[in-house]
């Protein structure tokens, strides 16, 4: 059985009637955040990859600006889940300490605890990038998005979070999209890879998954399914290109659409609506 799958026993029915049979479900474990020893947040997620997820986590949610500010990282396994034992500048640990955070558990965090309504609204961090892509990487990048999410052809259960650049795609998967996306922005920032390439997510698109991006500088994002007017505000406000409905040989952009290139350089005329 593959790693972070677990199996159940279920009862099917069908025009046959009712059967018992072993269902394979995705594995969902708590998840302690510890920073410079004190706890921070529980949250719910698939138990692979937590060292990208906690290192996502602390930079897409500002805990602190830069990879190198994340001193040491350390999973500890107990008996009710999982601890992520992070050490960090003291300045962004008073800074953290501070921040007043609803420690309640939830699969994925997109707002994560926060209070205050001009804190959700403000700006995401706007940046400029030449990066380009073209209409047949896009579809090609979607396509093995899906033959590339393991766990979820298994149990049907988990988003993925997708980075296509130079031909090449790496893929995380969890229960909660922002899970997956913060897997991803973690290994990135890891690996010191730049962020000339196109974000691929296999949800929705929502205002938070925005901002996580934008702290990460991705350009260009493609979803499978819609964005929310939240999400295209933010997109145009950071200058991200923001694509939707990205299926089969077709795709909406909804922000910057000169980023999205011919191979003869003129704008794409790809773009249409669902």
């Keep these: 059985m593959s790693e972070g ?18 269902q394979q479900v995705a594995e969902e474990v708590p998840l ?17 990859h937590l060292e990208q997820l906690v290192i996502g986590f602390s930079l897409s949610e500002g805990i602190v600006d830069a990879y190198y500010q994340i001193l040491a990282v ?16 003291n300045q962004f640990a008073a800074k953290l300490r501070s921040r007043r955070r609803n420690l309640q558990s939830r699969t994925a ?16 961090p706007a940046f400029d990038s030449d990066f380009k892509i073209n209409p ?20 049907g259960g988990v988003h993925a979070a997708g980075w296509w650049a130079a031909g090449q ?13 913060d897997k991803l922005i973690g290994h990135l920032a890891s690996q010191r890879q ?14 938070d998954l925005i901002q996580k991006a934008a702290r990460a500088q991705m350009p260009i994002i493609a979803a499978i399914s819609a964005p929310s007017h ?43 609506s669902q």
């Design 169 to 181: 795609l790496t893929v995380f998967e969890d229960l909660g999209r922002h899970n997956a996306l």
């Design 136 to 155: 047949q990487d896009i579809l090609a990048g979607m396509q093995a998005l899906s033959q590339l999410q393991i766990i979820n052809q298994q149990t």
């Design 194 to 207: 730049r962020p000339d390439g196109l974000l691929l997510m296999s949800s929705r698109l929502s205002y």
């Design 5 to 22: 799958i677990q199996t159940v026993t279920a009862h099917f029915y069908s025009d046959d009637g009712l059967q018992v049979l072993e």
């Design 74 to 89: 350390e999973i500890r396994a107990s008996h009710d889940g999982y601890e992520a034992h992070l050490q960090i500048p």
């Design 32 to 48: 302690l955040l510890v920073y410079n020893g004190v706890a921070y947040l529980v949250m719910l997620c698939s138990p692979l």
């Design 230 to 272: 939240l999400a295209v505000e933010q997109a145009r406000l950071a200058n991200i290109t923001l694509l939707g409905f990205v299926r089969g040989q077709r795709f909406t952009v909804y922000t910057r659409p000169e980023r999205v290139i011919h191979s003869d350089g003129n704008l794409a005329k790809a773009c249409s």
């Design 109 to 124: 965090c997109g707002l994560c605890g926060t209070e205050q309504l001009a804190e959700v609204m403000r700006a995401p």
